[in-house]
């Protein structure tokens, strides 16, 4: 299922196989340099798309990704190679293998199925690291994948040349798997997996927070630019018809990398805008460096021209297009931007699950430090509940116990029957508790409407998912926001989408992180009544952390006060407000209506758990 | 490019002297950059003095001038492919390939298609012509060749049993195979042999192995180069091994002369020697004048022979034309060289050429002779 514009992908699609044809057609005029030119950006270009659509979507930077492209380079040729080459080169291989003879189509079919399977394995064991450990596992990847094609000679040749392999790689076959493999990395970006994990991309634990399962959606990813890289790899390895191990290491992952930075990791407009602009440098200034003469001058031949050329494009990159020459949006993104709002007539259901949340004695401590200190709760759909507490009483702390972002160091909880000790957060997500942040966690570079959408997509099944997300969005007032960027909004904003989005995962409850911070007092009585109005009219129970007194009594059914991660005090809101233990400890002396802690107020000392 | 074709269209319409008008157009695809200008380069440098120093005498045959089409291929297979493609298109009559069988081999297609034969600057594994087709020839003592020589040498030198020490990592450390061939054909006795890894260093178990044999082997034979031989010949010699070692070129580095003890006696092949009046000699004199500085690399001399070998062939086809050059380069015999006399003539693309052998005396080097190889005993390229 695809999350973009059908339109919008239709013309993408169509302009990215123009864009080949039309470039094949040119080369093959110009003649037989041309097209092998041509052919080697071809597979430059799959190797350079694949690997984006694990890194682009991901945000995991891969430097493993050519032993994909080894071993369908290997196997594929393995598959091609004539039966009497390998009886005189390959004496030792089994005898099934000796004796096949395929063609390349079938070849690179078979070296997809293989790679997938390769992938698969690593992937299980890559996909339990995190950031740069991630990046440095593939580097050890690709050390590993080139040591056992070195140490397994009797299929490989070790390091020396594997020749003989039928050079079939014609500029209309790189073309042909050209095109394919822009349509695959297109069509992965706006799907559902792939907007998911963008998402992880741009906030990991807000992805989690609306129910996506980052690696599931980092293997699926992974297998997929595998896939692509095994395609590459067959290419080349037809093309050239003699290749080494050494092809697919650190030189030529580098050449392809810089072409993915250059142009801009995330989108698949990035990969073709590196790889064209380095090829067309490389191929000017490699006409320049044998020398030429500029009428009495005769410049002279410097070799290594190419290289510095190169290299200078990639520091502009990097100084003055960080995130690439094309950017984080593709081509027909800028160009044709979708719809405007639209009135909704999606309604998002009631709650019909009255299941209560109850978590007893959670306990969390840090080292020394006690955050939390045996507290028990229970949140109800339909009931407003707030949670109050001087700075750093462990309040943050309680809600990421509750929604699975923090593991409690005791303590267990429940939704119903269901218990929720251990669960990730996008399946605790699933069962219907979403939440919003202290220090707001959107996902900034992808539109507000995907933003909501996501959310759709990740729980209940995905079912309705677009109608919850235009509900959503209608009930907190966004949804003339729905086609920018989330992460140019003001702050209050910002706050509502975040809001939208939590509520687009159908929640039964609703925990919100100081949901009131930033807004002045008009924006904050505003989202008083539409919080109201999601107890009242769907029975969503929400628990509520906020600085604003008046908010909270005004709105809560019930307060709980924690204070140095105890919880000192429960009640109705009069009942608290007469609390000696709550106005010794948070109020301080003297009691007053007034909120003691300013407005907008950021406690730094719990942003992050 | 366009100048070029317009020189020809020119010539051909007979309004330039036929004398001057042919231009023996070689195409150079070296990598200039990346891993294999280590050898590249140098060996380009050479080109670059013989061609200037033929060019002055007036050309080929003194009428035919050589022009070079250089283009770096960043010792990239694909980027070799294309460029040869380019020069393939521009006409020229001989090619010249990297120091490597990748980016030759993957040249090769072309190169057959195209019947221009392709000479690569310094693979030394024979089974490169014979991958890549009667086109392709190489410019380098072959491994089998080094090998042949120094198990003539040991056999002359009254050695009847060996033993040799290779890794299958690469195909030059599987050198010491031919020199088994070799040595078991003239009739000495192979006591055994080891294998090691590339980088392996330890080499306590191999060493314990020779020295328990009994009687202990007269010559040991080995293509480990740094930081592998070092290694191993102390490790040798510390145990009380005292058989002759012989090496490969690999080890014609200045560690093999720094160290000391272990190393005195030690015998090993390599390309070429400047005894005073020997055509090295003279091509090194020849290089400080036009460089100003002395040449670093035996691979300076090896691209002056190069050259040497194009314009042989060219005089003997008589013409421009790739199918007879190719022709009578494979036929050539005695073509002296900066390093050696070269023939090709009975092989199928490897030259054959002196080997020179170098004995280490009190940490420098003395040349033992440039012996060169009965033909018959040269052992037949092998695949694996």
Known sequence: MLTASPRNMAIALAAAAAFVIVAALVASGLGAASERVLSVFFISLIAVVGIGIYSGNSGVLSFGHLSFMAVGAYVSALLTLPAAMKAATLPKLPAWLAATELGLFPAILVAIVVTCAFALVVGLAVGRLDGSAATIATLGLLIITHGVIIGWRDVTRGSGTFFGVPRETSLWVAAGWCIAALVVARLYRDSVSGLRLRASRENAIAAGAVGVDMKRERLISWILSAAVMAVSGALIAHFLGAFSPKKFYFVDTFQLLAMLIVGGMTTVTGAVTGAVTITVVTEVLRRFESGFDIGAFTVPQVFGTTQIGIALIILFAMFRKAEGLAGLKEWEERVFTRRGAEKTAATLPAVSDRSALTAEHMTMRFGGLTAVNDVSVTLRPGEIVGLIGPNGSGKTTLLNMLSGVLEPTEGTSRLGETKLDGLPTHRIAELGIARTFQNIRLFPSL??????????????????????????????????????????????DQRRIEIARALACQPKLLFLDEPAAGMNREETDALMETLRGLTRELG?????????????????????????????????????????????????????????????????????? | MKRLALTTAL???????????????????????????????????????????????????????????????????????????????????????????????????????????????????????????????????????????????????????????????????????????????LGGEMLGQDTYSIGQQDFSAIVTRIASLDPQPDVIMTAAYEPDFPSFLNALRAAGVTSQVIGSDGIDSPTTFSLGAPAEGLVFTTAGYAAEGSPLAEFNAKYEDVTGAPSQTVFNAVGYDLVKVIEAATEAAGSTDPQAIRDALANLEGVQGATSVITYKGTDGMPVREVSMIRVKEGERELVGQPSPTAELIPAPRMQ
């Open chain 2, 11 to 185: 010539a051909t319409l007979g309004m330039i002297s036929p004398a001057l008008a042919e231009t023996l157009k070689v195409g150079v695809a070296t990598a200039q950059t990346g891993g294999l200008a280590t050898y590249d380069a140098p060996v380009i440098e050479g080109v670059h003095i013989a061609v200037d120093e033929i060019n002055e005498a007036g050309g080929i045959g003194g009428n035919m001038p050589i022009e070079l089409l250089e283009k770096d291929v960043r010792s990239d297979a694909a980027q070799t492919a294309i460029a040869v493609q380019e020069l393939v298109d521009e006409g020229v009559s001989v090619l010249v390939l990297p120091c490597d069988a990748d980016p030759s081999l993957a040249a090769m297609g072309i190169v057959s298609g195209a019947m221009i034969p392709a000479i690569s600057t310094c693979a030394s594994s024979p089974t490169l012509p014979m991958v890549g087709g009667e086109y392709m020839f190489a410019n380098f003592p072959g491994d089998n060749v080094q090998a042949t020589v120094s198990a003539e040498w040991a056999w002359e030198q009254g050695m009847k049993t060996g033993y040799i020490l290779y890794s299958p990592d690469t195909q030059y450390t599987t050198l010491p195979l031919y020199f088994a061939e070799v040595f078991d054909a």
């Open chain 1, 447 to 492: 539109t507000v409407e995907q933003n909501v959408l996501v959310a759709g997509l990740s729980t209940g099944s995905g079912e309705d998912a677009r109608a919850r997300a235009e509900a959503a969005l209608a009930r907190l007032g966004v949804a003339g926001h729905a086609d920018k960027d989330a992460g140019t909004f003001s702050y209050g």
């Open chain 1, 540 to 609: 969503i129970g929400i628990l509520l952390v906020d600085h604003d007194l008046k908010l909270i009594n005004s709105l809560c059914d019930r307060i709980l006060v924690l204070n140095e991660g105890r919880l000192i005090a429960s009640g109705a809101p009069a009942e608290i407000r007469r609390d000696p233990a709550v106005i010794e400890a948070y109020l301080g002396t003297s009691q007053t209506q007034d909120d003691p802690a300013e407005p907008g107020h950021q406690p730094t000392e719990e942003n992050d758990p």
